[in-house]
């Protein structure tokens, strides 16, 4: 088993106990509320610098009063999904599905370091194509590897053809 095996087996394993203790709800409303705090800075950043502008006695284009305004936007709106992911949380455990959360929590986050161990390993491949770590996994045959290797172009390609239209 190489070192390439190793890190990939650590990786999982930390990720399913850290989703498992995490839950699927609490991941999702998290990147969700990233989202949707990007998307609300996008929308009415200028209002929210206009108004922190107003306050402190500054122009609305001010550098300053910009990233106040929008970081404080982008807080508040995150903020408000995280709590919203945590009452539905707590909702989810009150019902008895606790359980159900903590394992999609686990497969969640299996999911996502997977997909960023592949956008490094791919990146990597693009600076050194002739690396050995390409060669050297030994787990189930390489397949383990070539899978994680494949997750981020098959996922950026799902994504590219369901929000662009397939080309």
């Known amino acids: 088993m190489s070192y390439v095996d190793i890190i990939l087996i650590v990786l999982a394993l930390g990720a399913a106990v850290i989703g498992y ?24 950043g200028d209002k929210a610098s206009a ?10 284009a001010d550098y ?16 408000g999904c995280w709590l919203l992911g945590r009452m539905l949380r707590l909702s989810v455990r009150a019902v008895m ?7 999609a929590g686990s497969v969640f986050l299996i999911f996502k370091w997977g997909l960023v ?15 050995g770590i390409f060669v050297s996994s030994r787990l189930m045959g390489g397949r383990i590897f070539a899978a994680v290797m494949d997750m981020a172009p098959a996922v950026m390609g799902f994504l590219r053809d369901s929000f662009m239209g397939a080309s």
């Open 21 to 44: 203790r995490r839950g699927a709800i609490r991941q999702a409303a998290s990147i969700g509320g990233i989202l949707v705090a990007l998307f609300a800075v996008r929308m009415a």
């Open 64 to 79: 300053a009063s910009r990233i106040i305004g929008c970081g404080l936007l982008f807080v508040a709106v995150w903020g």
């Open 117 to 131: 161990v592949s956008l490094l390993l791919n990146l990597w491949r693009v600076v050194s194509p002739d690396s």
């Open 97 to 103: 599905l606790g359980a159900v959360d903590s394992v």
């Open 51 to 60: 108004a922190v502008a107003g306050m402190i006695g500054q122009s609305p």
